[in-house]
């Protein structure tokens, strides 16, 4: 619920507040820093992220005029990345499916929200590609592309994103559709993970 407070609030910081409770129910959907994460538990949920992200960035893609003034998105894909792991663990990723049910990117303040929880997870995949290492044995060249994610450049990334809408956000009125967004892309993926 939004307050006087969380409406002066700069757009990171009312992101990171409004999502909080989305965010840590997927990580509870998700459990990939579970002890008990088996080899079969994350490839499914590679297959999982490969179902949403592979629509959601083609939609980011095709939606990337109103982001090119302030993001190269291409370099942000991360299908490719979901493919080479599946590949690496036996599965044809172009046999998997995929999700219809979308948060809806038909503006540069959607696609911000959406992209906001996509580079977060990035961000996250750092540990996480720590925790599978150890427990599954996998690495960025055999099955780990995706959490490792742009590797040492991930830190680089996460601020130009951080920059990108933070100067979205002075140039325009729209942090509530923004918000929206991101908490719509948070539902839309457990919904997907769960039902899968």
Not at 154 to 171: K, L, N, P, V
Request: aromatic share 8%; net charge negative; charged share 20%.
């Amino acid at each position: 619920m939004q307050t006087d407070v969380t409406l002066q609030l700069p757009l990171l910081s009312r992101l990171r507040t409004e999502t909080r409770d989305r965010h840590d129910a997927i990580e509870q959907t998700l459990l990939l820093m579970d002890d008990d994460l088996t080899p079969e538990a994350y490839r499914r949920r590679l297959e999982q992220f490969f179902g949403f992200y592979k629509p959601v960035e083609e939609r980011l893609l095709d939606g990337c005029g109103p982001l090119a003034p302030w993001l190269n998105v291409q370099a942000r894909r991360k299908t490719p990345l979901l493919e080479a792991d599946l590949t690496a663990l036996g599965q044809a990723a172009a046999r998997l499916p995929v999700c219809t049910t979308l948060p809806p990117l038909v503006s540069a303040a959607a696609c911000f929200g959406c992209l906001y929880v996509l580079e977060g997870a990035t961000l996250g995949g750092v540990i996480i590609s720590r925790h599978v290492g150890q427990k599954l044995g996998v690495s960025p060249a055999a099955g780990g592309a995706f959490f490792y994610g742009y590797g040492e450049q991930t830190g680089a990334m996460w601020q130009q994103f951080r920059a990108a809408i933070t100067d979205f956000s002075r140039q325009s009125d729209a942090q509530d559709a923004v918000v929206a967004s991101a908490r719509a892309t948070f539902e839309a993926l457990q919904h997907w993970c769960e039902g899968r």
